[in-house]
Structure formats: C-alpha cells, structure tokens
C-alpha cells in the first residue's frame, strides 16, 4: 500500500507563516490568531463570499483579521509607527485593494460583537476603512489621469527601451508624482476631490514641460497639435494644458503660485522669471507669467531633491495604511478598472518605474548619462500629438 500524501497544512500554519513573512509584532500576532480562531467557522464557511475559492477566502480573512488586530491594538502604542500596515498586508496576501474593501464590510458585520467586546463600540471608527477606501478610489482615478497625459506629453516609458534610451524616462515620471504627493502630505484639505488633484496634476505637467530637457518630449513645438493656443510671443502653454485637460486656468495659476512657493521650500531654491532665461525647454514658448527654478531638476541637484520628496510624500496619519507610491506601478494592482468612476485608459505602467521607487539612485544615474537621440524632436526627430 503506497504512503498517504501529508494533509495539508492547517488554516493556523498559513496565517502564522503569513505574519513571519510580514515580520508582524509577536503580541499582534497572536491576538490575531485568537481572532482568527474565535471566528474561523463564521469567516471559511460563509456561503456569501459567492464563487470565490477556498484559498481566495482564506486571503481575504487573514488580511482582514491581520488588519484589525494591527489597526486596534496598535493605536497609541509606542510601536504604532513601525507596524504592519494595510498595503503591505494586501501585498502579502495578494489582493488587490477593492477586493479587500468590497468584502471587508461583510466580515465586519459578521464579527461585530467580537471586535465590540475587544476593542469598544468605536472600533469601526478606528479603523477608517471607509476614508481608506475613498481615497483609494480618488488617487487611483488621479494616477490613471497622470498616467495618460504624461505619455501624451512625454515619450514612453516603455519596458522595451533601453537604459540609454531617451525614452528611458521613469524618473520624471515618479518625480512628479512624488511632488503631488509631497503637496497632498502638507496641505490635503486642498485635494479632496478629483478635479481639485487633476488641477495639481495639470499644474506638474507644465512645471515638467518648462524643466524636462526638451528631448523627453513627445512632440516638437513647431506644428503641434496638442499645444494650440498660441498668443503672440509663442505657444500659451497654460491655456493650451487647459484646453486639452479642460481645466480652468485662473485655478491652474492659482495652483502653480502655491506649487512655486513649496518649491522653493522644499529644495530651498529661487525662483526666477522663465523670460530671463535662455533654455531649449523654453524655446517658442511664451514665457510671460512662467516660472523657472535652475537647481529642480539639473544633474547636481536630481538626485537629491528626488529623496526629499520620497521623505516629504511620506505620511504619519491614516494615509499611511497605503503606499501611494504604488498607485503608479500598476494601477490594476491597487483598483480595477471598472471600478473607476473615470476613464482615463487602463495604463499599466512599467517595470521601470517599479525600479526607480524601488531604487532611485541606480536609475538616475542612469539617467543623467543618457545621450540625446537622433530620433528624437532635439535632433530633428518630430513626433506630433
């Protein structure tokens, strides 16, 4: 008689591999065990989780459980600001954000008087799950915006390029992220909707467009047909971002006065007036009324004004149950897409940008050594949009 497989391993093993995998706090962790095993037969049996799979379900109730007990017991502790958090949770169970949130509010009604007896009646309050998954649903209708328009404006952040290549681009892209984030972090009563971050984004994108070398772009100013508005001294770069992202200039001014002062801030450099410069970036523009900053993006000051806004996106409040970075790596990964209240494209966006906020220095690098192309619109290469 041939030997029995060994059974699998039990509902307890997976969960405490899952809280070693995530270096989880020893007394978290064995409270969410107790959690776990209180309400096993209510949270694995449950007929309502509809076709999913068994381990699909065992995902979703260790993320849940894992969450709470981390959320609850963490508040106030000295260790509050280096526990487990909701994103790498969810990383660790492989689920995508609305996956946990859509189920999470069923779990919570089935556990209700545990997590009441545990923790008192405003344990859902502490948790914040609504306000986390508002904002899941706003920053990822705002990256999937961002997303779009970059690579209508900027030449692709292919996976296909090169290191060499000036289409190998990712860092701007993250910086500019990086920098809506900085701003959310320090005034975030300022983007509470979308068309508030879609202002702050169409507001990037022209700062990006005065200081990003001229061969990232995707289009030659000559012919254009996304930059159309013209006023006698040039292309009015303002109104022409407004007439294509249909936002209001007298608000897009507004949020670049803001933007220029927490530049100056942050990489504590000077503003000067974009008519007393002579750039290539600048070339056939008209630069009445524009802005520019000499040590935002040069060789000498990139790599250290982009670890700033890693440290300045950074928050200590609710907001950091996420990691905002990653709205940028795949945008399918944080909310799918038919979720999304807007459509700005499905765009999932590369390895290579997974790589510069995983290692920003490598990738800078090499970017600051990239040559100019013969394809591209420097050199004669015209792209129009």
């Known amino acids: ?28 962790a064995g409270e969410a065990a107790a959690l776990l095993e209180e309400g096993k037969d209510v949270f694995l049996t449950s007929p309502s989780f509809g076709s999913k799979s068994p381990e699909d379900v065992e995902r979703l109730c260790f993320a849940f459980v894992l969450y709470c007990v981390a959320k609850l017991k963490g508040k106030g502790m000295k260790e509050e600001s280096s526990r487990v958090r909701l994103w790498k949770i969810l990383e660790g169970c492989k689920l995508k954000y ?36 508002s904002l899941v649903n706003l920053l990822a209708d705002a990256s999937r915006f961002y997303c779009k328009a970059f690579n209508e404006l900027f030449l692709s952040t292919s996976t296909g390029q090169e290191p060499g290549s000036t289409k190998s681009n990712p860092e701007y892209f993250c910086f500019g992220w990086l920098f809506f984030l900085a701003l959310r972090s320090k005034s975030p009563e300022l983007y509470k909707d979308l068309v508030s971050c879609i202002h702050g984004l169409v507001a990037i994108l022209a700062i990006l467009l005065i200081h990003v ?8 100013i000559e012919g254009s047909s996304h930059l159309i508005k013209q006023t006698v001294r040039g292309v009015d770069l303002l109104a022409s971002l407004c007439h294509n992202y249909h936002t209001s200039e007298d608000r897009l001014k507004e949020m670049m006065g803001k933007f220029h002062k927490a530049i100056e801030v942050f990489f504590s450099t000077k ?22 900053f000499r040590d935002l993006l040069d060789k000498e000051c990139f790599h250290s004004n982009f670890e700033k806004l890693e440290k300045l996106s950074s928050t200590t409040s609710w907001e950091g149950e996420l990691d905002l970075k990653r709205f940028l790596i795949n945008n399918d990964n944080i909310i799918s897409a038919e979720n999304s209240s807007r459509d700005f494209t499905n765009l999932s966006c590369p390895k290579r940008v997974f790589e510069t906020l995983a290692s920003p220095t490598k990738t800078i690098k090499n970017m600051l050594t990239v040559p100019s192309s013969p394809s591209s619109p420097v050199n004669g290469g015209s792209v129009k949009i």
């Open 98 to 133: 609305n996956d946990f949130f859509k189920e999470s509010q069923q779990l919570l009604s089935k556990i209700d008087h545990v997590l009441r007896s545990r923790y008192g009646t405003d344990w859902e309050d502490q948790l914040e799950l609504k306000q986390l998954q």
């Open 213 to 220: 070398p001229a061969k990232f772009r995707s289009f030659t």
């Open 1 to 28: 008689m041939e030997p029995q497989p060994p059974p699998p391993p039990a509902v307890e093993t997976h969960f405490a591999d899952l809280c070693k995998e995530l270096e989880v706090d020893e007394g978290v």
């Open 271 to 292: 503003a000067v007036r974009a008519s007393e410069c002579k750039l290539e970036t600048l070339d056939k523009i008209d630069t009445d009324g524009l802005i520019y």
